[in-house]
């Protein structure tokens, strides 16, 4: 898709440009969501290794799916993710988690985003792990807050995949 929007900006001009842009997906970083908030809170959680904040994104009936291949409740995957973050924070290993999305469907009450996560581990060495997986969530609002029903952690995705969709926030 660059390398066309490349050949086409030759000799437009700048409000040319910018609406190609726009209308390619560029630009669809700028937009903001209702449930951006709450996506914005998971990343702070991870990188503070913060998991009663993590916790508070979640519906009480939560449901993760990893993999296709097994489920398990919200309770269960927060005491795993709790041990194993806070044992990593205390070995020295800091983490980031980023968002892109391929899909945002939200009205006034629910939502389904797909698109791909990117964690990364960084340790006192410097060196670091990234995992990049496709995944999917549906989400209710209850109140002012908009809380995760079900998570998919799908299939690894690729970095060309990654690469493909539009950068968050």
């Known amino acids: ?7 086409t900006v030759k000799g437009m001009g700048t409000a040319a440009l910018l609406g190609v842009l726009i209308s390619s997906g560029f630009a669809a970083a700028e937009e903001t969501k209702p449930t ?6 998971i990343v702070q959680s991870v990188s503070a290794a913060d998991f009663d904040l993590m916790a508070s994104t979640y519906h009480p009936d939560a449901v993760i799916v990893s993999g ?15 041990t194993s973050g806070t044992k990593a924070k205390a070995d020295g290993i800091d983490a980031n988690l980023q968002f892109r999305f391929k899909s945002r469907i939200i009205n006034a ?18 060196q670091s792990a990234v995992y990049m997986t496709h995944f999917a969530t549906l989400m209710v609002k209850k109140g002012d807050r908009w809380l995760t029903l079900m998570e998919n952690q799908g299939e ?7 690469n493909a969709l539009p950068m968050w926030p």
């Open 156 to 162: 690894p995705a690729s970095e060309a995949e990654w």
């Open 68 to 82: 296709g291949k097994s489920t398990k409740s919200i309770d269960e995957a927060m005491k795993g993710w709790r």
């Open 109 to 126: 009450t629910t939502s389904y985003q797909t698109g791909i996560f990117r964690y990364e581990q960084i340790g006192k060495d410097g």
């Open 1 to 7: 898709m660059i390398a066309k929007v490349t050949t």
């Open 36 to 41: 951006d908030a709450t996506f914005k809170d």
